[in-house]
C-alpha cells in the first residue's frame, strides 16, 4: 500500500514512532552540570589561592617598607605635636594625611617617647630631645 501524503522534513510533520525509531534522549542528571565533566570550582579556588599567595609574596617588601616610612613619619609628627606644641596625642592624630588610617599613636611620658605602629608589620619610635625637638631613633 502506496501513501500518498508523504510525512516528514518537507512537510513539516513528524513521523509516528515506529520500530526503526529509538528510544527519546534521555535528559541530564543536572541541568547545570554538562556530563563527563569533573572538578567543579575547586580547581579555580586553589589557583586563585596560589595567585593571590604569589602576589602577596611579590608586595610584602613594598607594604613592609610602607610601613616603615609610615610609622617613622606619624611618630615624628606626633611627638612634635605632643611635646613641641603641647597638644594631646589623640589631637595630634587628626593631624595625619588621608591614607595613615592604619597607623596608631602611643606614648611614654617619662621618657618623652612617642611611637607610630602599623599592626604586624612596622614600628618606629621618636623621642624628644629639648632645643633639637623630636629624634627618631635608630632601628634595632
Not at 608586595?59 to 610601613?67: C, H, I, R
Not at 629639648?130 to 631613633?137: E, I, K, Q, T, V
Amino acid at each position: 500500500m502506496n501513501n500518498i501524503n508523504p510525512t516528514g522534513p518537507t512537510t513539516g510533520e513528524t513521523p509516528a514512532p515506529g520500530p526503526a525509531s529509538g528510544p527519546p534522549p534521555s535528559k541530564p542528571a543536572h541541568p547545570l552540570k554538562k556530563p563527563g565533566r569533573s572538578g567543579g570550582c575547586l580547581p579555580w579556588v586553589i589557583g586563585l589561592g596560589i595567585l593571590f599567595a604569589i602576589f602577596a609574596v611579590w608586595k610584602f617588601p613594598s607594604f613592609k617598607a610602607q610601613a616603615e616610612l609610615g610609622s617613622a613619619y606619624a611618630a615624628r609628627v606626633g611627638c612634635s605635636c605632643r611635646y613641641v606644641e603641647g597638644r594631646s596625642l589623640e589631637s595630634c592624630q587628626t593631624d595625619f594625611v588621608p591614607g595613615m588610617e592604619m597607623i596608631s599613636l602611643s606614648e611614654d611620658p617619662a621618657t618623652k617617647t612617642v611611637t607610630g605602629s602599623v599592626p604586624l608589620l612596622a614600628s618606629r619610635s621618636a623621642r624628644y630631645a629639648g632645643a633639637s625637638g623630636c629624634l627618631l631613633r635608630p632601628e634595632n
